[in-house]
């Protein structure tokens, strides 16, 4: 009997001690918005970076303590599956584990989650942002730059993504890219393959072919329609300066193929920074412009930044040309 009652002293105390435990308190996380690097202490006149402490858009942190330099708010963090710990300017985090989402077609911003409000901005398809939070059919996105509400309809994968331009002379026409060269997370328009369409020599596209300068990378354009290219005009490289030109690869030859097998050649010289035209005639309703040979640059990065087309729509179609694209 007495064997027994001490048995039961000894798993209420057990059971005292387990329920009167501190709890450890929730762990608080943000997301990093900005791509950056830890340093060792905020207050230094020189500061000292912390090693493995490069953070990337979109990484997880836990929040160990708070401090303000100079007027200036810090958070000290633990990056989220490593001990690896040290001060991040709290300006480059937002609250919580955010989830990314991409914007699948050109769309409107607006102020409030109101098609009524007023109008932000735009933001083009391929972008990807942070879900901030939902409001019946918005949601508040983030990308570097710009804080908005966008219709939900116009956000989900990456898969769904599309990329549209509009001709003068040929229509409107899909752009889609074998691959193309992006820093980080939230920096996904800034070498779109539209850019080479656009008219202007401050944007290019990129190839983004790791450690290679994209021999075979290509841009595809598709028509909803036939058309037939009857010249094609390109900005070699990267052109927004001279700097930019020859810091990055540029293309020696580039190969434009139709969807039914026609192909043309186009050699380009370098260190020319205007448009180099091609005559030719091409018939189809899709089109390759592919890198073929190039030119080196400080990068392996090959750029373009301007194709402009010209051709017509307005003809007998395929009893003068032959077969469609197969």
Avoid: H
Wanted: glycine content about 8%; charged content about 25%; some cysteine.
């Amino acid at each position: 009997m007495l064997k027994r009652v001490i048995v039961l002293f000894t798993v209420l105390i057990m059971a005292s001690a387990i329920g009167c435990a501190k709890k450890e308190p929730a762990k608080a996380y943000k997301t990093v918005a900005v791509d950056s690097y830890l340093v060792e202490n905020p207050g230094e006149k020189k500061l000292i970076y912390v090693p493995r402490g490069k953070l990337k858009r979109g990484e997880y942190v836990t929040v160990n303590e708070e401090r303000d330099v100079n007027g200036k708010k810090y958070i000290n963090v633990t990056i989220d599956g490593v001990t690896t710990r040290g001060w991040l300017d709290a300006t480059y985090l937002k609250e919580g584990r955010l989830e990314s989402v991409t914007v699948i077609k050109d769309d409107d911003l607006y102020l409030r989650p109101n098609v009524k409000s007023e109008k932000t901005g735009t933001v083009k398809a391929g972008q990807v942002a942070f879900r901030i939070e939902e409001n019946n059919e918005f949601v508040l996105i983030q990308y570097p730059g710009k804080e908005a509400y966008i219709l939900k309809s116009s956000l989900g994968d990456a898969s769904m993504v599309i990329r549209t331009i509009t001709n003068a002379g040929l229509g409107k026409a899909t752009v889609a890219a074998s691959s193309q060269y992006i820093s980080s997370e939230g920096k996904e328009t800034s070498f779109d393959p539209r850019n080479a369409f656009d008219g202007k020599l401050q944007t290019a596209w990129s190839e983004g072919k790791s450690n290679d300068e994209g021999t075979g990378e290509f841009i595809i354009l598709t028509f909803e329609k036939p058309v037939v290219l009857t010249r094609v005009s390109v900005v070699n490289g990267y052109a927004n300066t001279e700097e930019s030109y020859k810091n990055n690869s540029r293309v020696a030859s580039l190969k434009v193929i139709s969807g039914n097998g026609q192909e043309v050649a186009i050699d380009l010289v370098d260190n020319n920074l205007d448009y180099q035209s091609s005559d030719m005639e091409l018939y189809g309703s899709s089109f390759k412009f592919m890198i073929n040979k190039t030119y080196s640059g400080k990068m392996s990065d090959t750029c373009i930044s301007e194709i402009r087309l010209e051709g017509r729509s307005d003809f007998a179609g395929d009893n003068e040309y032959g077969d469609g694209d197969e």
